[in-house]
């Protein structure tokens, strides 16, 4: 899909890899909306990017909506929408102090994987409206964001490999589902990348990771995570797949 020109919609975008997307996304040329929690830091990013900065939780289902509507009423139909909102959710299944705490795992969950679907959905329901934009009938992607640990499961991470495994897992029911309306769905499944969520990573799992046991031997830069965002949505035999972005690493236990 040839990105100059379109309106694109990305969750998560007041830091870290959202924010990189929304950055790689203006630079392809495409008229970026910012959705972010935080009111402050997404107005700047906006700001900074020129792209429209808008306050929205990702698991309020109405505010999602109508910051759809306000992105549309500025940019145009969304035809393409990145999904990056997300929480960390370390804890044991049980812990010192016994079982884990549903509430505290469902929240998790709430925001990795339930904000994703909303905001996936409701963007696909009105793509599907739209004409298609070239011979192939394309008319919009979704790219999510998942994890590693969906794969390699660590200790202590219980949450948050639950919600980035079904984030993975829709990822080709979705795209199943949407192919006859043109729409092609994608995850990205990040290694380690710098940004403020890792501040949450123990160190030793850092530290595991960052011994010889991935090239290259460091943190990826979220403008990596961003150029692989572009390069999935101008790719169109891309679909219902997740992508490692790794270095080749594999997750020991803990
Ligand atoms: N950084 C990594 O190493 C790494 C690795 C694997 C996966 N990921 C995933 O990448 C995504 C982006 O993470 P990041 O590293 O950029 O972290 P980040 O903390 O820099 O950015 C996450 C953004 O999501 C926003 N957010 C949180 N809850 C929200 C909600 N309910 N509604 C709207 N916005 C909300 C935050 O305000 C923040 O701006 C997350 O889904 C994360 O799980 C990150």
Do not use: W
């Not at 906006?46 to 109405?62: F, P, W």
């Not at 530290?207 to 692989?228: A, H, K, T, V």
């Amino acid at each position: 899909m040839k990105i100059d020109g379109l309106s694109a919609l990305v969750t998560g975008a007041a830091s870290g890899l959202g924010l990189a997307a929304a950055r790689a996304l203006r630079e392809a040329g495409a008229r970026v909306a910012l959705l972010d929690l935080d009111a402050q830091r997404v107005a700047d990013a906006a700001n900074a990017l020129g792209g429209l900065g808008i306050e929205c939780d990702v698991t309020d289902s109405g505010a999602v909506a109508r910051a759809i509507e306000t992105a549309e009423a500025r940019h145009g139909p969304v035809r393409i929408n990145v999904n990056c909102a997300g929480i960390p959710g370390g804890m044991r299944l049980v812990g010192r102090d016994g079982p884990v705490d549903t509430a505290a795992f469902a929240r998790v969950i709430e925001v990795n994987l339930i904000g994703t679907v909303s905001v996936m959905t409701k963007c696909a329901a009105r793509m599907m409206q739209l004409p298609p934009l070239n011979d192939d009938g394309e008319r919009g992607i979704i790219v999510n964001t998942g994890s590693i640990t969906a794969f390699e499961g660590q200790i202590g991470q219980g949450a948050y490999v639950a919600s980035k495994g079904a984030v993975a897992s829709l990822t080709l029911q979705a795209a199943r589902e949407f192919m006859p309306r043109g729409i092609r769905v994608m995850t990205i499944a990040p290694g380690l990348f710098r940004t403020p969520i890792a501040d949450h990573i123990p160190q030793e799992v850092i530290d595991g990771m960052l011994d010889g046991r991935m090239f290259p031997n460091r943190f990826g830069e979220p403008s990596e995570f961003g150029r692989l965002a572009v390069d999935i949505i101008r790719n169109p035999m891309l679909n219902g797949e997740v992508i490692r972005l790794d270095a080749g690493v594999r997750l020991q236990a803990r």
